[in-house]
């Protein structure tokens, strides 16, 4: 990888970022904010990103291992629920076992905003190092609920959110997050040899992750403190921009019911009566076809916009839910899996895209992704829980699949209209 430069700006179709000297074009490019704020970014100077070479695939590489080890542990979590619910903590409540995979989600958003400071301060290295050393073998002998919320949640907290600034479009966006759906469809296997030791197989797998990654990883530019200065974002144009509150308003009520299938689906298939080793394997089917979802859309993003790929996935997956009420056979949930896997899959990997496709500025895309992800790992948090506590322990299947399937629906809306505002805006039906 060649070191960084900085260059004047030219009229080249070059995709190299260069000296900005007036309002972006493209996905960055309406410009807004006082003549004084947009003065002082015409004068910035942003360095080359380069494109390929053996560190920068490295570092793509540390980034699909750390994903493999977080969010893609916490996408695993329905097998857990089933395992805990049934027979592990059966003095709990459904509702109460799902907190232990909501907190690990809700973390792996909020924390960003401390592990974002960090990053900025040139703490990279020593931040990921640091919560690398942090390993949950304890967790396979914890009878209690508290250690089993803990320890997994707060562990993966920083990882992910040190990784989501670098994946700012739809194709690379895919690629980095396959992770996320190989990682359910290899980590239940483990419990096959009982849950103590399906748990530390899980996380010396986790550590051998972690391991490589930390060797691998690379970073771009210098600290905060040896670079040249840079305006600060303006904070009070991001909160008005009425497109963005909509979108992240829509997509908070999407992931408030897109994960209720994937933490509950196995535990939906056996109460049941489904055959028990297919229901086992529920849910690696709908993570291993959420390897598709999350790189075919992406790609297609690339080209039509995210909104236009992110809102037909988002309405399929609230329509997917409602069909649950119709899984009656093996055929059916292995149906079920497969497209639910796809295109709940294909929405979670379209939203970081569609979010940074929102700046006006490049500057901006941190602290839009900040805001958002916060704001949805409240989402996140309690989605699975409430759609626990409408379940009871009479199992009526019914109310959280309602709740789950309306509030995706009316997400949905939210983010038809976000994205008519922005067509309006841009005059672009390409959003």
Not at 47 to 74: K, N
Not at 153 to 181: E, H, M, Q, V
Request: glycine share 10%; aromatic share 12%; with cysteine.
């Amino acid at each position: 990888m060649s070191h960084s430069r900085e260059q004047p700006i030219t009229n080249s179709p070059s995709p190299t970022l260069n000296k900005i000297d007036g309002p972006l074009d493209g996905a960055f490019g309406d410009g807004y904010g006082d003549p004084a704020t947009l003065e002082k970014k015409a004068q910035y100077v942003i360095p080359e990103i380069p494109d390929g070479g053996l560190t920068a695939w490295a570092t793509a590489l540390y980034r699909w291992l750390v994903l493999f080890a977080t969010f893609g542990y916490a996408n695993a979590f329905g097998v857990y629920q089933d395992y805990y619910t049934r027979i592990y903590m059966t003095n709990k409540t459904s509702s109460e076992i799902a907190w232990i995979g909501s907190t690990q989600i809700c973390l792996q958003f909020v924390m960003g905003l401390v592990s974002g400071k960090l990053f900025d301060s040139g703490h990279f290295h020593a931040t990921t190092l640091n919560d690398s050393q942090f390993i949950y073998v304890i967790s396979g002998q914890a009878k209690s609920l508290l250690p089993s919320l803990l320890t997994p949640g707060y562990w993966g907290g920083d990882k992910l959110w040190l990784d989501i600034p670098s994946i700012r479009w739809g194709n690379l966006a895919s690629l980095c997050k396959t992770p996320f759906s190989r990682n359910g469809d290899c980590y239940h296997r483990f419990l096959r040899s009982g849950f103590a030791w399906g748990v530390r197989a899980s996380a010396f797998v986790v550590l051998a992750c972690l391991i490589a990654g930390n060797l691998l990883m690379r970073t771009r530019l210098p600290p905060k403190s040896k670079r040249p200065p840079t305006p600060p974002p303006d904070i009070k144009a991001i909160v008005t921009d009425s497109v963005y509150l909509l979108a992240i308003a829509g997509a908070f009520l999407v992931l408030l019911g897109l994960f209720f299938p994937i933490f509950y689906t196995q535990l939906f298939a056996i109460v049941h009566g489904l055959d028990k080793n297919l229901a086992f394997y529920s849910l690696a089917i709908l993570n291993a076809a959420s390897v598709l979802g999350r790189t075919i859309p992406n790609f297609i993003a690339d080209k039509h916009g995210p909104f236009n790929l992110l809102i037909p996935c988002s309405a399929i997956s609230g329509v997917l839910i409602f069909a649950m009420f119709g899984i009656k056979s093996s055929g059916a949930l292995i149906v079920f899996s497969i497209l639910y896997g796809f295109f709940s899959g294909a929405y979670i990997s379209l939203v970081i895209p569609l979010v940074a496709s929102l700046a006006r500025d490049i500057s901006e895309i941190g602290i839009r992704l900040g805001i958002g992800f916060a704001v949805n790992g409240i989402a996140a948090l309690t989605g699975t829980p409430i759609a626990g506590a409408l379940l009871t322990e009479e199992l009526k299947w019914w109310r959280p699949i309602t709740f789950g399937g309306v509030v995706i629906l009316g997400g949905t809306v939210v983010l038809v209209v976000a994205r008519d505002m922005q067509v309006k805006h841009k005059g672009n039906q390409r959003v």
